[in-house]
C-alpha cells in the first residue's frame, strides 16, 4: 500500500471549503468506525447466521471480514483522494459519468443504511427489552426510537458523535462480557468444542458451499458501516491523512472481535437456540456460568443497538446532502439549520423512510437488505477504483495495491449473487426501494428541466 500525489504540500481542506463544522479528530474517527460496525449485526443477527451455517459460525464471520477488508481499501483511497460528503455516489459519477447509475448507487446507499437503523429499531424492540418489559407493541417502540434519534441528529454532529463515543464504550463492554464469559468457558472445560465443526447443511458439496455463502452474505451486515464514515469527510479535520489510519483499524479492531464471539457463542451454546433467539448473545451470558446479570448485559445491548442506528440515519442524512450539493436530489435536501448547522431537509426525509421500513421485515430481512443493497454497491465501487486510476489529483493520497479492488468486485458480486440463496422478500423489498429511488430521480429530473437547470 502506498501514497501518490504531485505535490504533497497541496491540500484538499481550506477552512471554508464546506458549510459543514470540521469536528471529528483522529481519536473520534477511530471510535466512530468501531461504533458504526459494531452493533446491530452481532448483537442481533448472530443467531439467525447460526442458523444458515450451524456451529461453525465463526467460519463466515472470518470470510466476511477477508471481503470488508478488500473493500475498505478501496474507500480509503477513494477518501483520501476525493474528501467530499457523498462516498460511493461521488466516486461512481467521477469513474463513469452517467448520472443515472450515480443516483441509483447513491439511493441505494441511503437505503442500506435506512434498512440497518430499521433493524437496530427491531432489535432494540425484541429479546433485549423484553428483560424489562413487553407492554409495548414491538412496532410502535422501534417507531419511536427512530423518531427519538432524528431529534438527536438534529441537534448537530458535534452532539450526535459525542453520543456514539459513549455508546460505542458501552457496546465494547457488551463485547468483552461476551470474551470474558467465553474464556472462562475455555479455562473450566465448558462448552461444546465439537460444535465448532458442525455445518447445518449435510454433506460437503453444493448443499455446503450455498450455506457457508448465505451466512456470510447474512453475517457481513455486521461489518457494514466503515464506508457510512465517508461520508464524514468535509465534518473531518484533515480527512486525507485521517481516514486511512481510521477505517483499517476499526475494520480490524471489529474483525478481531466477531470472530471471537462467534467462536464463543457457538462453544457455549446450540446453534438451534442462537437462530430463535432475537437476542442471542444474551443466550450466551445465561450460558457463560459466570453470574453476569442478563439485565445489565441486555442494557448495554440496547445501547448497542441505539448506536448503530444513530450512525446509520446521521451517514443517510449527510449522503442525501451531498448528493443535493451535487444535484443529483433537489437543492431542498441541501439546506442546513442556520444555528446547528445540521442537513435538516435530510434528516426529516431519511427519519420518514426509516419509519416506513420498520413496518416491512423483522432483523434478518432487513440485515440481510442491507448487506445485499451494499454488496451491489461495494462492486461499483470496486471496478470505480480502477477506473479512477487515470485521474490524477494535487494532493498526496492513499492508494490501495490493484489485487485488492480486484478481488472486492469478485467477492462482492459473489455474496450479492443468488447463490448466496437469500430470501426473496429480500429482493422484492430491494426492488421496491429502487422504484422508488428511480421515481424520484424522475421527479428531480423533471423539477430541473421546468426550471432550464437540464
Known amino acids: 500500500m502506498s501514497t501518490e500525489g504531485k505535490d504533497a504540500a497541496a491540500s484538499p481542506e481550506k477552512a471554508d471549503d464546506t458549510p459543514l463544522r470540521r469536528a471529528i479528530g483522529p481519536g473520534l474517527l477511530v471510535l466512530f468506525v468501531i461504533g458504526d460496525i459494531l452493533g446491530t449485526g452481532i448483537y442481533a443477527t448472530v443467531g439467525k447466521v447460526a442458523g444458515k451455517?450451524?456451529?461453525?459460525?465463526?467460519?463466515?464471520?472470518?470470510?466476511?471480514?477477508?471481503?470488508?477488508?478488500?473493500?475498505?481499501?478501496?474507500?480509503?483511497?477513494?477518501?483520501?483522494?476525493?474528501?467530499?460528503?457523498?462516498?460511493?455516489?461521488?466516486?461512481?459519477?467521477?469513474?463513469?459519468?452517467?448520472?443515472?447509475?450515480?443516483?441509483?448507487?447513491?439511493?441505494?446507499?441511503?437505503?442500506?443504511?435506512?434498512?440497518?437503523?430499521?433493524?437496530?429499531?427491531?432489535?432494540?424492540?425484541?429479546?433485549?427489552?423484553?428483560?424489562?418489559?413487553?407492554?409495548?407493541?414491538?412496532?410502535?417502540?422501534?417507531?419511536?426510537?427512530?423518531?427519538?434519534?432524528?431529534?438527536?441528529?438534529?441537534?448537530?454532529?458535534?452532539?450526535?458523535?459525542?453520543?456514539?463515543?459513549?455508546?460505542?464504550?458501552?457496546?465494547?463492554?457488551?463485547?468483552?462480557?461476551?470474551?470474558?464469559?467465553?474464556?472462562?468457558?475455555?479455562?473450566?472445560?465448558?462448552?461444546?468444542?465439537?460444535?465448532?465443526?458442525?455445518?447445518?447443511?449435510?454433506?460437503?458439496?453444493?448443499?455446503?458451499?450455498?450455506?457457508v455463502l448465505g451466512a456470510t452474505a447474512l453475517g457481513f451486515f455486521s461489518f457494514v458501516g466503515f464506508e457510512d464514515?465517508?461520508?464524514?469527510?468535509?465534518?473531518?479535520?484533515?480527512?486525507?491523512?485521517?481516514?486511512?489510519?481510521?477505517?483499517?483499524?476499526?475494520?480490524?479492531?471489529?474483525?478481531?472481535?466477531?470472530?471471537?464471539?462467534?467462536?464463543?457463542?457457538?462453544?457455549?451454546?446450540?446453534?438451534?437456540?442462537?437462530?430463535?433467539?432475537?437476542?442471542?448473545?444474551?443466550?450466551?451470558?445465561?450460558?457463560?456460568?459466570?453470574?453476569?446479570?442478563?439485565?445489565?448485559?441486555?442494557?448495554?445491548?440496547?445501547?448497542?443497538?441505539?448506536n448503530s442506528a444513530l450512525i446509520n440515519i446521521m451517514m443517510a442524512s449527510r449522503l442525501c446532502y451531498g448528493m443535493a450539493n451535487e444535484r443529483i436530489l433537489p437543492r431542498a435536501m441541501g439546506r442546513v439549520l442556520p444555528r446547528r448547522r445540521t442537513p435538516v431537509v435530510s434528516i426529516v426525509f431519511v427519519t420518514l423512510l426509516a419509519a416506513g421500513l420498520v413496518s416491512t421485515g423483522e432483523i434478518a430481512g432487513l440485515g440481510d437488505t442491507t448487506a445485499f443493497l451494499l454488496l451491489c454497491v461495494f462492486a461499483v465501487v470496486n471496478i470505480a477504483v480502477l477506473v479512477l486510476r487515470r485521474d490524477r489529483v494535487a494532493h498526496e493520497h492513499f492508494r490501495a495495491p490493484t489485487v485488492l479492488p480486484v478481488l472486492g468486485a469478485i467477492t462482492a458480486v459473489l455474496l450479492a449473487s443468488p447463490l448466496s440463496e437469500r430470501p426473496v422478500d429480500v429482493y422484492i423489498r430491494a426492488g421496491v426501494l429502487l422504484v422508488v429511488g428511480i421515481g424520484l430521480w424522475g421527479l428531480n429530473k423533471a423539477v430541473m428541466k421546468t426550471r432550464g437547470e437540464v
Do not use: H
Open 53 to 211: 451455517v450451524g456451529g461453525a459460525l465463526w467460519l463466515p464471520f472470518a470470510l466476511g471480514f477477508v471481503v470488508a477488508l478488500l473493500t475498505a481499501a478501496s474507500y480509503v483511497e477513494l477518501v483520501s483522494k476525493y474528501p467530499k460528503a457523498a462516498g460511493a455516489a461521488l466516486y461512481a459519477q467521477k469513474a463513469f459519468k452517467v448520472p443515472f447509475l450515480t443516483f441509483i448507487v447513491a439511493f441505494m446507499v441511503v437505503c442500506s443504511g435506512l434498512s440497518s437503523a430499521s433493524a437496530a429499531a427491531r432489535a432494540f424492540s425484541g429479546d433485549y427489552l423484553a428483560e424489562f418489559t413487553d407492554f409495548l407493541p414491538p412496532t410502535l417502540v422501534a417507531l419511536l426510537f427512530i423518531l427519538a434519534l432524528a431529534a438527536l441528529n438534529l441537534r448537530g454532529v458535534s452532539e450526535s458523535v459525542k453520543t456514539n463515543v459513549v455508546l460505542t464504550l458501552v457496546e465494547l463492554t457488551g463485547l468483552l462480557v461476551i470474551l470474558v464469559v467465553g474464556a472462562w468457558a475455555v479455562l473450566t472445560g465448558e462448552g461444546e468444542p465439537s460444535r465448532l465443526g458442525e455445518f447445518q447443511a449435510e454433506g460437503t458439496g453444493y448443499a455446503l458451499i450455498t450455506s
Open 229 to 306: 464514515s465517508v461520508n464524514m469527510a468535509e465534518e473531518t479535520k484533515d480527512p486525507v491523512r485521517t481516514f486511512p489510519r481510521a477505517i483499517f483499524t476499526g475494520v480490524a479492531v471489529t474483525g478481531a472481535i466477531y470472530v471471537l464471539v462467534a467462536l464463543f457463542s457457538s462453544l457455549l451454546v446450540d446453534y438451534r437456540v442462537l437462530e430463535g433467539s432475537s437476542g442471542p448473545l444474551l443466550e450466551v451470558v445465561k450460558a457463560g456460568g459466570i453470574g453476569f446479570p442478563p439485565k445489565l448485559f441486555a442494557l448495554i445491548a440496547l445501547f448497542a443497538v441505539t
